[in-house]
């Protein structure tokens, strides 16, 4: 087992509602939580994983933070970890123009009370960046965004004098010695939120698995219709399965009927003007 500390982060950012032009990519502490009324932080930061192989299998990943100050110690804020969809630049984001994140969170919630360091479990959205299914823009930490007097005080990437305080992500992977047999098999989670129209998960390139599965969980408060498509290049997808209700918590697995090279989920809300949450896990084996 290797376990790699990356640290610092190479870049990372606060942003603020009620300043929404001031950029603090510079800061050596920032902040995150709401405040009062427009004072909401939001935190940005991204990790370099290029040292991690893309063929390793990674057993977990923790992003840990150090909180030096709280508005309110005895408050507990609800921090969670969103993956970010496009390039940010570090120098120059801000409020008004941060990037887009996925609305579903990408780790588990910890409650962040005064000083001392926390913790969030972020090993499904690294093993999804190391195995390149979304490109690596990095995370943003941020709360419900509803209870005032949250805001929380970190040490940032630019803390030049107790470096142990700065953020760190630790990643836990076999090493390529002994990983022939995990070669094997293959796992990856995905996350969305449904419409009123099909939207697709990832396309998975199937051309050398022998066993492949599907596990849809439907985690929101509406139901949701899915269903499994085929395409030979990866262009055109046609149906593979018959549309199948997934009641709210209800998992389901699907395995194709018929082989092609490409294989996605298809899923959309069964009520109109509704939306409920889904987890895709695509599973292979050779």
Known sequence: ????????????????????????????????????????YRILMEFDLSDI??????DRAILKVYVSNATEEEVAS????HRIN???????????????????PSSNTTEVYGKGFYEWDITELVRAWVSEVYPNFGLLLKTDEIDSFTTKLIYTRNEAVELELRPALLVEYMSSSVKLCDRCFESIMEAYETT???????????SNKSTISFIIKN?????????????????????DSKEL????????VIVPYRF??????????????SSSSIKIWYQSQV
């Not at 609800?78 to 970890?81: P, Q």
């Not at 940010?88 to 996925?102: A, I, L, R």
């Not at 092609?260 to 003007?273: D, L, P």
């Open 245 to 252: 209700p997934l009641a709210i918590g209800e998992s389901k």
């Open 78 to 81: 609800l921090f969670r970890v």
């Open 86 to 104: 496009e390039l940010w630049q570090e120098e120059s984001v801000t409020w008004n123009n941060q990037p887009t994140f996925q609305e579903t």
């Open 53 to 58: 192989p893309t063929s390793q299998n990674i």
């Open 1 to 40: 087992m290797t376990v790699l500390e990356i640290t610092p982060s190479i870049k990372d950012a606060s942003i603020v509602q009620s300043l929404p032009n001031e950029n603090t990519g510079d800061a050596t502490v920032a902040w995150m939580g709401v405040y009062f009324g427009a004072s909401v």
């Open 196 to 206: 009123n129209d099909y939207l697709y998960s990832s396309s998975f390139d199937a």
């Open 219 to 239: 985690d929101g408060f509406e139901g949701v219709m899915v269903k499994l498509q085929l395409s030979p290049d990866n262009i055109d997808f046609f149906d």
């Open 260 to 273: 092609a090279r490409y294989m996605r989920i298809a899923f959309k809300s069964s009520i109109a003007a």
